[in-house]
């Protein structure tokens, strides 16, 4: 508990297990995909809470969230904050939840202490950040930043063949606003590291600096159904095996770049999938990611080429399809200032770092001067249902969120 404390830490933490009742999976996680009934249960008790704070809520045409707190002056850009809501198949209580609902108690706060700042403030909840089920992250935040268009993000499909456009629509969240760049003076998201580093060094703040470089790719791998009991190795055309040696190429690639290196595979459908069917067909994600856009460019120079050479001779042709890149994103040194300087007033020990995981704020940060803040996570796990966090670490974080948006809101 630091001196100056504004926030209610226990409020906070109350509101958090509310939230994580929401999808709440048997092992202790969420499983909130978004645009699903599931999503819609917590967007509505999101929008309840905002609402019982007299927050005037608007849904845009991709069903992003923002609830607005009046200023004094209404000739002022408002202050944005917020995260997702959206989770991961097996995901945490805390991964984008913490960013909304630390939002939703500096709203609380500034109601309870009667303060009214001179900028408006509004409550974000970007649609589909986490891109597990329609293969784009930061969407909701893309489309708002114009880095996907509205018509192309309604055609994104899941695998089930069901699109962004109907999947808005079966929930009730298509909003009337434009889900486009509209004035706003700066953005802040706290966000739990969803790595190692700050609990290793024990420091309960992160000052985030920006967001490193990544790539996503789609592969298809055909080859030909066969029996396994009739189909000798010379008459083969095995999808799988060209698979795993494209999958062992990802990872070779990105263990080249030493500690810094990052190279998934996180998605494979083999079809038919029986136990008795030499595979003909294979599909899975790949993405690359790493600090630095030069050797992004690499990754991304090397990758198609390489992996048709590791498919060579299996008789199976191999199709690689980008879906999107971005490069690293800086965030703003005033708004990063902000959090440091909150950080220091309030006494918690803080580091500055560079994100591994994309978010939101990095296409935010295209248009807005945007900053993050990153609280620790225990044993750096996070997209996994055991990802944990402790109450004095959400209270930390929350408070910094709430010095860094007013002194930003009063200035
Ligand atoms: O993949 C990411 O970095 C984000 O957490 N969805
Ligand atoms: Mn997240
Ligand atoms: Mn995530
Ligand atoms: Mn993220």
Known sequence: MSTNQKINGPRLWDALMAMAEIGATPKGGVKRLTLTEVDKAGRQRFTQWCEELGLTMRVDAMGNMFARREGRDPQ?????????????????????????????????????LNITTEAPIELVNWTDEEGSRFGHSLMGSGVWAGIFGLEEAYGFTDLDGVNVSQA?????????????????????????????????????????????????????????DAHAGTTPPSARRDALVAAARVIALVDEMMRARGEAGR?????????????????????????????????LARLMAEFPQAAEAAVAGSGCRLEVTKLFDMPAQPFDPACVDLVRQAAARLGYPAREITSGAAHDAVYVARRVPTAMIFTPCKDGLSHNEAESILPEEAEAGCQVLFEAVVARANR
């Open 263 to 295: 190279g998934t595979v996180g998605q494979l459908q083999v079809l038919p999938n029986s136990r008795n069917v030499v595979p003909g067909e294979v599909r899975f994600s790949v993405e690359f990611r790493h600090p630095d856009d030069a050797e």
């Open 76 to 112: 002022r850009l408002p202050v944005l904050l917020g995260s997702h809501l959206d989770s991961q198949p097996t995901g945490g209580k805390f991964d984008g939840a913490l960013g909304v609902i630390a939002g939703l108690e500096v709203m609380r706060s500034l109601h309870d």
């Open 168 to 224: 808005l629509d079966s929930i009730g969240y298509k909003g009337p606003h434009p889900a486009a760049p509209f004035p706003a003076d700066a953005y802040f998201e706290l966000h739990i590291e969803q790595g190692p580093i700050l609990e290793q060094e024990g420091k309960p703040i992160g000052i985030v600096t920006g967001a490193q470089a990544q790539v996503w790719y789609d592969a298809v791998i055909t080859g030909q």
